[in-house]
C-alpha cells in the first residue's frame, strides 16, 4: 500500500464518516498525483477541516468528487479565511462564467452550488460565527434573485414592453432577517408601484404577473438547484396573484390582514428592484405592522397560531424549529414584543431575530437571564439546525431516529454521545419554553378543545379554522374573526351535545356561507346562546330543516323574531295568512309558506315547546290550509275532499303521505289537484297525496259520486275499509 493510501485510510478510519471520506479522498487524490496529502496539510483552515466536511455533508463531498478543482479553489485564503457581500459574490459570479444568463442559468447554479461548500467549510470549521453564515446564505439568495431577475426582466421587455412603473422584490421570512439556513425556502414577495397599461398590449398587473412566473419558473427544476421560492406569505395565498400593486396591497392589508401576516411583515425587506418603491411599501404599513394600541385579542391570537403550529408536529418528533422550545418559538416571543412595543421604539423594527434580541435587551424587557437564555438556544439550534442540512442541503429539522446518524449529529457538534446532546436539547426547550409561556401563553391560552367528540377530530379542526380565518378563497375580516373566538367555545359545547356532531358541524358551516354576513352572524349567535342552541338542535334533528334554512337563512332571523315561535297557529289563521296567496293564484308561494311553517313548527319541537299530540294537530292544521289553498288555486272547490288515515284523525307526522278521497263529477279538477299538490320545485312539494284507500284502491275512478261512495261501503266494502 502507498504512502498516500495509508494516509486515505487513516484520515478515513480517524472521521465520523469512514466510507464517504475514503471515497472522497481517494478521487481526490487521483487528481493530486500523489500530493494530495501536501496539499491538505497546509490547507488554510487546516487538515480536519477538510476531512470534517467530506465526513458530515455528502452533497459537499459529491462535488468535491465531480470536480477535484474545487478543493483547490477552496484552498485559496481570500475564499475561506473571510467572509464576502454581494459585490464580491456578483465580482467572483461574474469572473467565473462570461455568460451566468444562459440557458436554464447554469453557470449562476454551479456558481451557487460553489458557494454553498464554501459557506458550509467554513461553518463546519468553525471559521465563521453563526452571523456570518446567516448573512452570507442570505447574501447568496439576494444574488441570484437579482441575477434572475434581471435577466427575466430584460427578456419580457424586449417583447412585451417597457412598464411604467416601478416593481420592487421583498424578502420575508429567514431571507427578511437575513437568517437563511444551508435549505431554507426564500419567502418573496413582489411589487409594483400601480396600474397602466404597457405599450397598450399589457396591463401592468399582467407584465409584473408574468415577469413573476418566469422568475418563479426560472428558479424551479434544473440542476444544481437554485433556491426553493415560497410566495404563499403574500396577500391571499396561494389563491392570489403573484405580484400586486401598491394600492391593492394597501385594500387588502387594510381589509382583511390577519395577525400572521403582521408577524410576517416584521422581517420584511428590499431584496431587489426598486428600493424606493419598497421603503415606500414599508412606510405605509408600518401602522399595521406595528400598532400603536395592540389588544388582547391580537396577542390571544399569536398564542393560537403557536399552537395550530404546534398541532402539526408529530409528538415522538424532535423538531428543532416547530418543536416546543424550540426555533420558532423564540421567534415568536420576539415577534411578539416587536408588535407590542415596535410603534413607540423604532428601532426594535429589526427583521433580524439576533438584532432585535439584542434592541429587546437594550430596552430592558426582558429580564437578563432570560435573554441570555434565548441568545444561548437559539444558537445552540441554528447549529443543530445547520448540521442537519449540511448533509444534503435538504430541508430538515427533525433529530434522526437512527442511532448510527444521531450519533454522528452529536459527535460533530462537540458532544461525547447522543445522550448528552439530547439533553442540552431537552435543558434548552425547557428554558424556552418557559419563556413562551410566562410572556405569551400564560392568560391568553385558549381552554383545550375535546375533539373526540367528532369522528374526524382533524377535519373537524380545519373546518372551525375556516369558519374564523376563512380559506385560500374566501377572507374573513379581522373583527369577525375576534367575534367567532368569542362564539367558537359556545358552538363547540353545542356540538358536544349532538348526535352527529360531524354532519352538524358540516350543516353549521353551510348555513354560515349561505348567511354571507359572517360578523352579522357570529355576533347574533355569539350575544344569544339560546339562537345557537336552536340552530344547531335543528341541524341535528332534521335534513329537512336544514335544507330550508341553508336555502332560505333570511328565515332564521324571521321565524325567531315572530311571537308565534311559542303558539301553535290554528287552521284559520294559516287560512287567512294563505289568503293572499289564493288572491294572486300562487302555488310556489304556498310550497315556500308549507316549508317555513313547518321549519317553525320543527323548532317548537326542538325546543320541547310542544307536546307530541299537539306536534301532530299542528302538522295537521298546516296541511289541511295548504291543501284548501291549493285546491281553491287549481278550480277543485266544487270537489267535497274526504281525509283518511292520519290525516283524517290529524294525526300527521313530518314525513306523512295526505291520504285522500275525492266525492264529486270533476275527475280533472282532482287530478289537478294532485298534479298541484305533489309537484317538485327548488322549493319542494306542498304535500305527497296517497288516493289508494279510495274504493277499489287504484283500480277504482279517483272522483266517485256520493251515490256511489254509498254503494260501495254498504255492499262491497272490506272490513278495515269501514275501520
Excluded at 481517494?26 to 487546516?46: I, M
Excluded at 408536529?313 to 418543536?323: A, F, N, R, S, T
Excluded at 434580541?357 to 444558537?379: C, F, K, V
Excluded at 378563497?473 to 358536544?496: D, G, W
Aim: glycine letters at 6%; aromatic letters at 8%; proline letters at 5%.
Amino acid at each position: 500500500m502507498s504512502s498516500q493510501a495509508q494516509w486515505i485510510k487513516t484520515k478515513a478510519e480517524g472521521s465520523l464518516n469512514p466510507a464517504q471520506v475514503e471515497t472522497t479522498l481517494t478521487e481526490l487524490a487521483a487528481a493530486w498525483d500523489g500530493s494530495l496529502p501536501d496539499f491538505l496539510r497546509d490547507f488554510p483552515l487546516g487538515e480536519n477541516a477538510m476531512i470534517h466536511l467530506m465526513a458530515v455533508s455528502q452533497i459537499c463531498a459529491e462535488r468535491l468528487q465531480r470536480d477535484p478543482a474545487l478543493l483547490r479553489w477552496l484552498a485559496r485564503t481570500d475564499i475561506s479565511m473571510s467572509d464576502r457581500g454581494p459585490r464580491r459574490m456578483l465580482a467572483e459570479l461574474h469572473s467565473s462564467s462570461e455568460a451566468v444568463p444562459a440557458e436554464n442559468f447554469r453557470a449562476l447554479r454551479l456558481w451557487k452550488a460553489r458557494e454553498m461548500t464554501r459557506i458550509a467549510l467554513r461553518e463546519v470549521a468553525e471559521a465563521a460565527s453563526l452571523e456570518d453564515t446567516t448573512a452570507e446564505l442570505s447574501c447568496l439568495a439576494g444574488v441570484c434573485l437579482g441575477v434572475v431577475y434581471q435577466e427575466c426582466a430584460q427578456r419580457l421587455r424586449a417583447r412585451a414592453g417597457v412598464p411604467n412603473t416601478e416593481f420592487t422584490i421583498l424578502g420575508l421570512g429567514k431571507l427578511g432577517g437575513r437568517e437563511l439556513n444551508h435549505s431554507s425556502d426564500i419567502d418573496l414577495m413582489f411589487l409594483y408601484e400601480e396600474e397602466g397599461q404597457v405599450s397598450g398590449r399589457l396591463t401592468n398587473h399582467e407584465w409584473h404577473n408574468r415577469l413573476a412566473e418566469q422568475m418563479v419558473k426560472s428558479f424551479s427544476g434544473g440542476e444544481p438547484s437554485l433556491f426553493r421560492l415560497d410566495l404563499r406569505l403574500r396577500p391571499e395565498g396561494s389563491a392570489g396573484p403573484l405580484a400586486r400593486s401598491l394600492e391593492s396591497m394597501e385594500n387588502y392589508y387594510a381589509g382583511f390582514g390577519e395577525t400572521w401576516e403582521r408577524l410576517a411583515l416584521i422581517k420584511a425587506r428590499y431584496v431587489c428592484g426598486s428600493n424606493e418603491l419598497a421603503y415606500e411599501f414599508l412606510r405605509q404599513h408600518q401602522p399595521f405592522i406595528f400598532p400603536k394600541n395592540p389588544t388582547p385579542e391580537l396577542l390571544d391570537e399569536i398564542a393560537a397560531i403557536k399552537r395550530r403550529i404546534e398541532r402539526e408536529v408529530p409528538p415522538e418528533e424532535l423538531d428543532v424549529k416547530l418543536g416546543a422550545g424550540g426555533i420558532r418559538e423564540i421567534e415568536f416571543v420576539i415577534q411578539t414584543l416587536q408588535f407590542i412595543h415596535g410603534a413607540r421604539y423604532a428601532f426594535l423594527q429589526e427583521p433580524g431575530t439576533l438584532k432585535a434580541l439584542h434592541a429587546i435587551a437594550q430596552l430592558e424587557l426582558l429580564p437578563p437571564s432570560q435573554l441570555r437564555a434565548l441568545d444561548e438556544s437559539y444558537r445552540f439550534l441554528r447549529r443543530i439546525e445547520h448540521r442537519l442540512q449540511i448533509e444534503a442541503e435538504r430541508q430538515t429539522h427533525s433529530i434522526p431516529d437512527d442511532p448510527e446518524k444521531r450519533e454522528r449529529l452529536a459527535r460533530s457538534l462537540g458532544f461525547d454521545s447522543a445522550a448528552a446532546l439530547l439533553a442540552e436539547l431537552q435543558a434548552s426547550n425547557g428554558r424556552v419554553r418557559e419563556i413562551f409561556d410566562h410572556l405569551i401563553a400564560s392568560g391568553t391560552a385558549a381552554p383545550a378543545v375535546n375533539f373526540e367528540i367528532f369522528a374526524d377530530p382533524a377535519r373537524a379542526s380545519r373546518t372551525l379554522n375556516e369558519l374564523a380565518q376563512g380559506s385560500v378563497s374566501f377572507h374573513v375580516a379581522p373583527r369577525t374573526r375576534q367575534i367567532f373566538r368569542k362564539l367558537r367555545p359556545l358552538l363547540l359545547e353545542e356540538l358536544a351535545r349532538c348526535a352527529d356532531p360531524d354532519a352538524t358541524l358540516v350543516a353549521v358551516v353551510r348555513f354560515v356561507e349561505a348567511f354571507g354576513l359572517r360578523s352579522l352572524l357570529f355576533e347574533l349567535l355569539a350575544t344569544n346562546p339560546k339562537l345557537l342552541e336552536l340552530l344547531v338542535r335543528t341541524f341535528d334533528a332534521s335534513f329537512f330543516a336544514t335544507n330550508v334554512l341553508i336555502r332560505h337563512p333570511h328565515l332564521l332571523e324571521e321565524i325567531t323574531r315572530s311571537a308565534n315561535l311559542n303558539d301553535a297557529l290554528s287552521l284559520s289563521q294559516h287560512t287567512a295568512s294563505l289568503r293572499p296567496t289564493i288572491e294572486r293564484g300562487q302555488l310556489d308561494a304556498i310550497r315556500t309558506y308549507r316549508q317555513t311553517q313547518l321549519l317553525r313548527i320543527i323548532m317548537r319541537d326542538v325546543l320541547g315547546l310542544c307536546r307530541l299530540a299537539n306536534l301532530w294537530e299542528e302538522i295537521t292544521d298546516l296541511a289541511e290550509a295548504c291543501l284548501l289553498a291549493a285546491a281553491a288555486i287549481v278550480g277543485a272547490n266544487n270537489l267535497t275532499i274526504i281525509a283518511m288515515g292520519k290525516f283524517g284523525g290529524r294525526e300527521l307526522t313530518y314525513a306523512s303521505d295526505l291520504d285522500l278521497m275525492f266525492v264529486g263529477d270533476d275527475f280533472r279538477a282532482a287530478q289537478n289537484l294532485i298534479i298541484a299538490l305533489s309537484l317538485p320545485s327548488p322549493e319542494g312539494a306542498i304535500a305527497s297525496v296517497d288516493a289508494r284507500l279510495r274504493p277499489e284502491g287504484e283500480k277504482g275512478p279517483l272522483v266517485g259520486s256520493l251515490a256511489t261512495f254509498e254503494a260501495y261501503y254498504r255492499d262491497r266494502a272490506q272490513f278495515w275499509e269501514i275501520q
